[in-house]
């Protein structure tokens, strides 16, 4: 199985960066995964809603262009779904029955994912309604995925 990771934004502190390496790490017994930064557009403070919305569709065109045709895409959204561990692991599980054998996560910049990538996306996943910085989105994502892998394996971890 590949998993992708797609974002915007590059991950810049050192603790979100050893966690995501350390998931990464541990992932690879499961799956190959692939990280992917797609620039994000500078933003100026006091930008318009207008200007928003065309900042965010230029990073939609960049994430789009990453995702492939047969993926099978997650998009990380607050407003998206909030389901548990298990039932993330089993989601997974069914999609891998049906034949995705990629599965692309997309996680957005600080002006969240444009309405083009959240039509494209197969599944919307929120982690609560609360909002968290992108990089800590990874390490989050990361862990669940992990997480699903043990759950789906039925190896002691998912406590
Ligand atoms: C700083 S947040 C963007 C906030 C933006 N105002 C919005 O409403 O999406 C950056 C990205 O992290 C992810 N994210 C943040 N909080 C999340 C949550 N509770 N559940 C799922 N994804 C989340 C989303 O992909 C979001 O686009």
Known sequence: MQI???????????????????????????A?????????EPTPDNASAAQEEQIKRKEAEKLLAKVGERDYVIALAIEGKSITSEEFAEQIDR???????????????????HETVLQRANYKLSFSKFTFPHQMVRAILLEQVY???????GEPYHK
């Not at 997480?147 to 394996?153: D, H, K, P, S, V």
């Open 4 to 30: 992708n990771l797609l974002t915007v934004g590059k991950l810049k502190e050192k603790y979100w960066v050893g966690a995501v390496e350390e998931y990464k790490k541990r992932l690879s017994s499961y």
């Open 32 to 40: 190959k995964v692939s990280v992917v930064e797609v620039p994000d």
């Open 95 to 113: 999609m891998a029955g049906q034949g995705y054998s990629t599965f692309t996560f997309v996680i957005g910049g600080s002006l969240g994912l």
């Open 147 to 153: 997480r699903a892998f043990r759950i789906l394996r």
